[in-house]
């Protein structure tokens, strides 16, 4: 019999191998979130000023819609071929292999985009006093869109309609997220202190890092029933 | 022992929807004649016997409406999410049928307290809305309600629904609290010291007394409105049971 | 432990969908060497009832018992014993069929070096290496039979094992069961189809 961590590893590491055999499908979030990134300057205007106002919150943005477009593969695609019943059957405890799938999530998704972020925050000409809160704040925040993230698509993994539903499910709750996350991008970047908001974001996300696991395994054990 | 267990079968009879059924008959008469008399009261009170607020002058007046709502859109919430893990844990469907009922109602008087909000920023910022911090949260606890209407609707099967509209709740209570705190602290940094729709440092008694009428008789009216819908859940999803057959030709003849 | 010692029972099983029983009444049980299948017209609920016998789903009313012991509450012992194969293979497209039994050996019960014999056995020893997108379906589904094998389960629970297999692919499955079932194992599954094995049981569910 394999020990509880058995099934984290052989998930973790299925996952990894996965999507590195598919790297190019995997670099799509990563795509959107720049382009989308170039098309702002291009609607409100190339003032710098402006941009750098606007760019806390408009990476941020970025960053949930891109966590967001990829959480769509969080369970769906191990309901439609089946691997989904091994893992609701599996003798190890559920909630620690949909930890798995949302570590997994975190890292092929949440931390390019958080690597890219400074890139992108440069083009939106954020002061440089900002990027270090953004990359510490997209690091956590980005691990709790995907365990909130999860909530939702186990809600809906039976679902076709899930794509449009999941969000609408999910995105309430990350509100706070959002708030705590850009605040710590704007007062770093007007030169003040962001330490506050990135504790207050550090505490949110250790409660997901709680909640989410036991809620999605338990969303997984009722939406598998379509 | 004796005692518990006839506590226990009163309980369970209680929780059963024909049970349910003919207790709450017996309460919706005097919960609709207590809710309209004191909505009545509160109404007439609050519009047009307390005082005019000294800044705001009448337009102060939509609390008596825009507060309530709001506690009960909260509270609604609650009373859903409880309703849910009763579901979720003890398998009571009359819990699932409350449920159901419920979220409706409570997203309608999520909307109220928006509308009533909104109303009231014309004379107060020049503006129907701004992204004061309750009408903020409000703005979220209404997407949480239609996320969990929306989520009944897309699934064929009545008991996944139930369940997964359960779950999705209990995550959006611990969320609330949240969510709130955080609107508070987001309000805070953005716009210092305006005029809030509630934070009325010294409120008149004269005021407060019709409001305290107006809380009192939205609850009930809550109450009431719940129980009609629980009943008529009740009534579609038993359709086929013997009781309801014979209630119909009850009332046929 | 005698060898007729009973492994699952299931009594009164009943399960609703939208408020009205898809199947009510349902009782049966398998003890060691014993074969059930599952017969019915499509939509009676064949896959809804192996589903509830796994556990995957909880019924409306009656009760699961596994080797005496009342489910859910030996869940877990239950899992451990227990092979379960869906309609569909459960296999990750992007992996091969050795790396897919390499993760599903993390997450259940297997038996350690025999994956080569297993793929062997199942004629699939020159796949085991490709991307299980290159597979067909049937072999597809062999792959997924070599899981059981590795697994050492008690019970299998086989949701249309005879689907997308060819006339040589049947064959096969029907010598697997024989071992099984010779080794003290038992079976449920489902299927439209009359398997070549004495002392099938059957359980018959109406439309």
């Given at each position: 019999m394999p020990g509880p961590g058995a099934g984290f590893a052989a998930l973790l590491r299925r996952d990894l191998l996965l999507a590195w055999r598919r790297r190019g499908e995997v670099a799509n979030p990563l795509i959107f979130f720049a382009m989308i990134t170039a098309l702002i300057p291009l609607a409100v205007g190339p003032e710098p000023s402006l941009l750098a106002r606007l760019a806390p919150g408009m990476v941020w943005i970025m960053a949930l819609l891109g966590t967001l477009l990829a959480a769509d593969t969080l369970f769906r695609e191990d309901f439609l071929d089946g691997a989904l019943e091994f893992l609701v059957l599996s003798p190890q405890p559920l909630w620690l292999l949909v930890l798995a799938r949302v570590v997994a999530h975190w890292l092929v998704t949440g931390v390019p985009i958080t690597l890219l972020s400074p890139l992108l925050a440069?083009?939106?000409?954020?002061?440089?006093?900002?990027?270090?809160?953004?990359?510490?704040?997209?690091?956590?925040?980005?691990?709790?869109?995907?365990?909130?993230?999860?909530?939702?698509?186990?809600?809906?993994?039976?679902?076709?309609?899930?794509?449009?539903?999941?969000?609408?499910?999910?995105?309430?709750?990350?509100?706070?997220?959002?708030?705590?996350?850009?605040?710590?991008?704007?007062?770093?970047?007007a030169g003040g202190e962001s330490a506050g908001a990135l504790a207050l974001l550090g505490a949110i996300t250790a409660l997901a890092l709680l909640v989410s696991p036991f809620a999605a395994a338990a969303a997984l054990r009722v939406g598998i029933d379509g | 022992m004796a005692r518990s267990g006839a506590f226990w079968q009163r309980l369970h009879r209680w929780a059963s929807p024909p049970g349910f059924y003919r207790?709450?008959?017996?309460?919706?008469?005097?919960?609709?004649?207590?809710?309209?008399?004191?909505?009545?009261?509160?109404?007439?009170?609050?519009?047009?016997?307390?005082?005019?607020?000294?800044?705001?002058?009448?337009?102060?007046?939509?609390?008596?409406?825009?507060?309530?709502?709001?506690?009960?859109?909260?509270?609604?919430?609650?009373?859903?999410?409880?309703?849910?893990?009763?579901?979720?844990?003890?398998?009571?469907?009359?819990?699932?049928?409350?449920?159901?009922?419920?979220?409706?109602?409570?997203?309608?008087?999520?909307?109220?307290?928006?509308?009533?909000?909104?109303?009231?920023?014309?004379?107060?910022?020049?503006?129907?809305?701004?992204?004061?911090?309750?009408?903020?949260?409000?703005?979220?606890?209404?997407?949480?309600?239609?996320?969990?209407?929306?989520?009944?609707?897309?699934?064929?099967?009545?008991?996944?629904?139930?369940?997964?509209?359960?779950?999705?709740?209990?995550?959006?209570?611990?969320?609330?609290?949240?969510?709130?705190?955080?609107?508070?602290?987001?309000?805070?940094?953005?716009?210092?010291?305006?005029?809030?729709?509630?934070?009325?440092?010294?409120?008149?008694?004269?005021?407060?007394?019709?409001?305290?009428?107006?809380?009192?008789?939205?609850?009930?009216f809550y109450a009431w409105v719940l129980i009609l819908n629980t009943r008529a859940e009740i009534l579609s999803r038993e359709r086929r049971a013997a009781w309801v057959r014979e209630l119909a030709e009850e009332d046929v003849t | 432990m005698s060898p007729a010692a009973p492994l699952l029972e299931f009594q009164n099983l009943c399960f609703e969908r939208n408020d009205l029983p898809l199947f009510e009444g349902i009782a049966g049980g398998v003890r060691e060497g014993d074969i059930l299948q599952i017969s019915g017209a499509n939509g009676a609920g064949k896959t809804t009832l192996l589903r509830v016998l796994t556990t995957a789903l909880s019924p409306a009313a009656g009760s699961l018992c596994w080797r005496g012991r009342p489910l859910p509450r030996a869940r877990t012992r239950y899992l451990t014993e227990l092979a379960f194969l869906g309609h569909a293979p459960g296999l990750k497209l992007g992996?091969?069929?050795?790396?897919?039994?390499?993760?599903?050996?993390?997450?259940?019960?297997?038996?350690?070096?025999?994956?080569?014999?297993?793929?062997?056995?199942?004629?699939?020893?020159?796949?085991?290496?490709?991307?299980?997108?290159?597979l067909s379906a049937g072999m597809l589904r062999r792959a997924a039979l070599a899981r059981l094998l590795l697994s050492g389960a008690a019970l299998w629970i086989l949701d249309e094992p005879l689907a997308a297999i060819d006339r040589d692919g049947v064959a096969l499955v029907e010598q697997l069961f024989r071992a099984h079932l010779d080794s003290g194992g038992a079976i449920i599954f489902s299927s439209h189809q009359q398997l070549a094995l004495p002392g099938v049981k059957y359980l018959e569910l109406a439309a």
């Open positions: 440069a083009l939106l000409a954020l002061p440089g006093s900002g990027l270090p809160a953004l990359v510490a704040g997209l690091g956590l925040g980005t691990l709790a869109f995907s365990l909130l993230g999860a909530v939702g698509g186990a809600l809906t993994v039976a679902l076709g309609g899930g794509n449009v539903l999941r969000p609408l499910l999910v995105l309430p709750l990350y509100v706070p997220v959002l708030i705590f996350g850009t605040a710590a991008v704007a007062r770093a970047a | 207790l709450s008959g017996r309460w919706v008469p005097w919960l609709a004649a207590a809710s309209l008399a004191l909505l009545a009261l509160g109404l007439v009170w609050g519009l047009l016997y307390a005082p005019p607020d000294a800044r705001q002058g009448n337009s102060y007046r939509i609390i008596y409406l825009h507060v309530p709502a709001s506690f009960l859109a909260l509270a609604g919430y609650y009373v859903m999410a409880v309703a849910g893990a009763i579901h979720l844990i003890w398998r009571v469907k009359l819990a699932d049928m409350l449920m159901s009922a419920a979220a409706p109602l409570g997203a309608a008087l999520t909307f109220l307290a928006l509308f009533s909000g909104s109303l009231w920023g014309k004379p107060t910022w020049g503006t129907y809305w701004v992204w004061d911090a309750r009408i903020t949260s409000m703005l979220v606890l209404l997407f949480l309600y239609l996320g969990v209407m929306a989520l009944r609707q897309a699934y064929a099967s009545r008991e996944t629904a139930g369940r997964a509209c359960a779950v999705l709740a209990l995550v959006g209570t611990v969320n609330i609290p949240i969510i709130y705190k955080s609107v508070d602290w987001w309000y805070s940094l953005h716009q210092p010291a305006t005029i809030r729709l509630t934070a009325a440092p010294s409120m008149h008694p004269d005021m407060f007394k019709p409001l305290l009428v107006m809380i009192v008789a939205f609850y009930l | 992996l091969s069929p050795r790396e897919n039994l390499r993760w599903l050996g993390g997450l259940f019960p297997q038996r350690h070096g025999a994956a080569e014999t297993a793929l062997a056995v199942l004629g699939l020893a020159d796949w085991a290496d490709a991307p299980c997108a290159q």
